[in-house]
């Protein structure tokens, strides 16, 4: 029988990091108890039971970081050889000359790495890991310069970096990155804990994105996309023509499902929320059993009337999740969290 299709999954490889990110989204990452260390034989294990289960157009790698698993390479090698597209979420603190050459063999399609200020100083008092800004820029500058179409710059806006957004773009742009991921400071784990300082209003929002925008004008050569739905009740996507935002959907075909190295599946991998395992249930079954659906129809009172609803969806519910810890409400930003 052929496998069900699934367009796009997260594999999450490990939970353990070696940065300790304040926005960090990870549901895990609460800091109340140790990580665990990668288990590169599960990790492996479950990409096959995925793999057996079905037909994964793209998978990406993520954490956790990544590159701890000593047998990323094998992981990749395992999807390529399946057909899979596959990508690389990564710090970039970790990303060896050997690591990228290998990546660049197997046909990676994208890398995407966090820098998130010009200046090192802010990057590193995000990421609280010194040193970090130096290793991340010159692993983006390596993989622009191997791999031009598959490397991301991955901006996340937050209160702290916000007025050197301009700054940063010029950085990124001098580091040959022509693809640059701007995404809010969407609250959940570690985030959870510094939301006060980190939470952008809306006029900061807004001129985050004018940032983003001008930028984008002045340098057509660049693609922008903004991948964490914000309600449009907040900010109103129109004045950024050349900002491509995505928006979530509750049809699984049309979003990136979460499975971790356990094999635990969630909506996606913001949800904290584990709706299967596939050492239980095939992952189709998973995703279309009818509570699944049943859970994720609910739509957040204040957006019942709303015209914009079948565009918006509520925001990111996802995070609605990690602080309400129900997907009925709309995205937390709305109430200034
Ligand atoms: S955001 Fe990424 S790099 Fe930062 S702590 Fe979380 S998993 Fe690690
Ligand atoms: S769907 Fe909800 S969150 Fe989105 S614009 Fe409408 S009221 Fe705002
Ligand atoms: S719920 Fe949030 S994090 Fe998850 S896919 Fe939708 S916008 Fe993205």
């Known amino acids: 029988m052929a496998r069900p299709v699934i367009g796009n999954i997260v594999f999450e490889l490990t939970e353990a990091c070696n940065q300790c990110c304040r926005f960090c989204y990870n549901y895990w990452r609460d800091g109340s ?4 260390p990668p288990d590169p034989g599960l990790a492996r294990k479950t990409l096959r039971r995925l793999l057996s289960q079905a037909s994964v157009g793209t998978l990406s790698f993520s954490g956790g970081e990544p590159m701890l698993l000593r047998n990323i390479h094998d992981l990749a090698l395992a999807a390529r050889f399946k057909g899979c597209h596959v990508n690389v979420l990564t710090n970039g603190t970790m990303l060896t000359e050997d690591a990228l050459a290998n990546f660049v063999s197997l046909g990676i399609g994208a890398i995407q790495i966090p820098i ?3 200046d090192a100083s802010v990057h590193e008092y995000l990421t609280q890991l010194p040193g970090s800004w130096a290793k991340a820029t010159d692993a983006l500058r390596r993989v622009a310069s191997v791999m031009p179409n598959g490397a991301f710059a991955v901006l996340v806006i937050t209160a702290v970096n916000a007025p050197g957004v301009p700054q940063t773009l010029e950085f990124i742009r001098g580091l040959g990155v022509r693809k640059v991921m701007v995404n809010r400071f969407n609250i959940g784990g570690m985030g959870l804990k510094h939301t006060a300082e980190l939470v952008l209003n809306a006029a900061t929002l807004k001129q985050a994105f004018a940032d983003v925008e001008a930028f984008a004008c002045k340098y057509p050569d660049m693609r922008f996309v903004s991948g964490v739905c914000t309600p449009l009740c907040m900010l109103d996507v129109n004045p950024y023509p050349h900002i491509q935002f ?3 959907s509750t049809d699984f075909s049309r979003r990136p499902v979460a499975v971790s190295y356990k094999g635990d599946v969630r909506f996606c991998n913001h949800s904290p929320h584990v709706i ?12 279309t059993d009818p509570a699944t659906v049943a859970r994720y129809a609910e739509v957040p009172a204040r957006c019942t009337d709303c015209p914009l609803l079948s565009r918006c969806n509520g925001g990111c519910r996802a995070a609605s999740e990690q602080v309400y810890g129900s997907f009925a409400e709309a995205d937390p930003i709305l109430n200034g969290c």
Do not use: H, K
């Open 33 to 36: 108890s140790p990580l665990p």
């Open 116 to 118: 998130l200020s010009a």
């Open 246 to 248: 995505s928006w979530c």
């Open 276 to 287: 299967g395992n596939i050492w239980e249930r095939p992952i189709d079954e998973i995703l």
